[in-house]
Each structure stands twice: as C-alpha cells, then as structure tokens.
C-alpha cells in the first residue's frame, strides 16, 4: 500500500497562486495513476485533476482547466497540483489519491482510488 501526505494550502487572495504537494510512501509510487479531489462544506467531494503513471495522460474538471496543473515525479515520489488565479469557489479540503489503475473516462470516480491523503485546507478570499 502506500500513504499520501499533502502539503501546500493556506489562505490566498482572489487571483493568487498555490501549489499542493502530495509525498508518497510505501509501496512504488510510478505504479499508481494519481488524482487530486476537493471537498467544500456542506458538498460532495469532486474530482478536480488526475495524472497517469508516467505522466504522459492528464484529466482536469472544466471549471479548473486553464488555470490548475497537475504533475509529478515519479524519481521524488511526489504529486503536485499548481493552482492559478483561484477563485473563492475553489476554497475546499483537498485531497489526493492513488489508484491501482487508469482509464480516463473513469479517473473522475473517486470510488476508483484506493488510497487517500488527510486533506490540506486551501481558503481563498475575495
């Protein structure tokens, strides 16, 4: 198995920038396909952007394309989720996951991941 940590939220302006960090260990972090996920008060958690094993596939959510970048590296077993010009509707926990597979027409299904991280808060004011 592996276990995710992330880092990286806080409070920002409307407009600002965050990136996210998600560290990965246990078991061989190339192996996984990975997504990031937020969950707003009071809401369902959504899914916001996944990765592939490799990298070369990526899926982002309509409302974050253009503005949210995923990647990783696969050699610092790290995930990232680059945030740009937020918006207040972006405020949320965010979550990332692992998963034993990929298929991306089904990566937006969180029922598809089989690990998760605790959750780092991103506020963002207007």
């Known amino acids: 198995q592996v276990q995710l940590v992330e880092s990286g939220g806080g409070l920002v302006q409307a407009g600002g920038s965050l990136r996210l960090s998600c560290a990965a260990s246990?078991?061989?972090?190339?192996?996984?396909?990975m997504g990031w996920f937020r969950q707003a008060p009071g809401k369902e958690r959504e899914f916001v952007a996944a990765?592939?094993?490799?990298?070369?596939?990526?899926r982002y959510v309509d409302s974050v394309k253009g503005r949210f970048t995923i990647s990783r590296d696969n050699a610092k077993n790290t995930l990232y989720l680059q945030m740009n010009s937020l918006k207040p509707e972006d405020t949320a926990v965010y979550y990332c996951?692992?998963?034993?597979?990929?298929?991306?027409?089904?990566?937006?299904?969180?029922?598809?991941?089989?690990?998760w991280g605790q959750g780092s808060q991103v506020t963002v004011s207007s």
């Open positions: 996951a692992a998963s034993n597979s990929w298929e991306y027409t089904t990566v937006v299904l969180s029922t598809l991941y089989n690990y």
């Open positions: 246990g078991r061989t972090f190339s192996s996984y396909a």
């Open positions: 990765i592939s094993r490799g990298g070369a596939s990526t």
